[in-house]
């Protein structure tokens, strides 16, 4: 059974930083895109970053480029996102999610087959 277990959000200031670590289990850790998504309230799911199965290639949105890092640590088969330079319109439930067979390049909803149940990051102003 594929198991997504987020970790590390909370509540942090402006401009601070928060890392999320997601721990994996229940599959082959280097053959799945994992990802990391945030629905904010009143809004749709989205993308953020994802890295992709063989951990060589990684996407952003572009809300998130230069401030967001996705990493992996395969001795652990957990991924991260060190969010940096953090804003209040960063403020969401962050999602881990994890699908086989994704193509590179692609961070979408309908590649992903496995979720996490959320964690919430707020960034006050």
């Known amino acids: 059974e594929v198991q997504l277990v987020e970790s590390g959000g909370g509540l942090v200031q402006a401009g601070g930083s928060l890392r999320l670590s997601c721990a994996t289990s229940?599959?082959?850790?280097?053959?799945?895109?994992i990802g990391w998504f945030r629905q904010a309230p009143g809004k749709e799911r989205e993308p953020v970053s994802c890295i992709n199965s063989r951990k060589d290639y990684r996407y952003y949105t572009n809300s998130v480029q230069g401030r967001f890092t996705i990493s992996d640590d395969q001795n652990k088969n957990t991924v991260y996102l060190q969010m940096d330079n953090l804003k209040p319109e960063d403020t969401a439930v962050y999602f881990c999610t994890a699908g086989w067979g994704v193509p590179q390049g692609v961070c979408e909803d309908y590649g992903m087959g496995s979720w996490g149940k959320g964690i919430l990051v707020t960034v006050s102003s």
């Open positions: 229940g599959f082959t850790f280097d053959s799945y895109t």
